[in-house]
């Protein structure tokens, strides 16, 4: 796994930090399940490559056939995307290494990323189009970060001592409600740029207006209701962190980082015109930066904890 670092350090950007910090038992079991669900991701968003042979490859993924992906290697412009394909073999070896229970797991958690993705390339043929109502909206926020929450959940419970009451099925839920949130702030602050690739992740009955940041005012009550959902779930995921121990706090950090700055983003989200395509929504480094500091030093003391949380849910508030 140590061979692996750099290539993770390379292509997951902001989640190396929640895998450095996860507890060493969980590490390479969560790592590499990230490396295969990145490799299939970096195999969807090929755009070179014509879509039906994307869609074949992605059915192969599914079926655990990894040997033509290598191929794809030379068309990835990102260098740590294009090594992650070449050693995509290591990955997989790597995978095979691990207990049963574990694979089971992961095959299951990449099985629901893939039909993800799959249905991703399939839903947007080109020409812009939405997601017909909330209900897709939810399975799309499910297979693609959601499952990860049930993913998560139940290999914690499965390799930590200190989980042994937990009720997984409860957490599971309250898991998979927290990687919704997730996607779905990921989907608010991602529409001009998806927009302008023929995708409205919302469901919204005539997304074309939506490319002239003007129109904002026609859908801002129900961008509103979005952004509240996504606050809703996000809490759910709060009381997620909460329920691992004082004891963990190495994943108590793993899993607050991510909604901390969910909701730093939500609260961006609510100022100005989210549809403005040179409006860049990011969460400063130097806030980043206390925010990570802050939560290293109040992680055990659920008191100081909690206070992070409820400063960064005040500021998502919508004005009155």
Known sequence: MRSLMPLLRGVSRSFYLTLR????????RISVAYLLARASDT??????????K????????????TESIRGLAADQALPAERELLERLDECVSLKASLPAADREL??????????GQIFDIERFPGSLQALSDDAELDRYTYMVAGCVGDFWTRMCALHLPELRSWDVEAMCRLGVRFGKGLQLVNVLRDMPRDLRIGRCYLPIQDPKPLLDPASFDSIRERYSAWLDTAVGHLEAGWEYTMAFPPSLWRLRLACAWPILLGLKTIARLRAGNPLDPARVIMVPQWETDLMILRS????????LFHRLFGEALIRTAAPR
Request: with cysteine; aromatic share 2%; charged share 30%.
């Open 296 to 303: 290293v030093l109040t992680c055990r003391f659920d008191g």
């Open 106 to 115: 992961i095959d299951k958690l990449l099985d629901t990323i893939v039909a």
């Open 54 to 65: 994307r869609l074949g490859l992605l059915r192969d993924m599914r079926q655990g056939r």
């Open 43 to 52: 195999v969807a968003d090929t755009q070179v490559v014509p879509r039906e």
């Open 21 to 28: 910090v996860l507890p060493q038992e969980l590490r390479p």
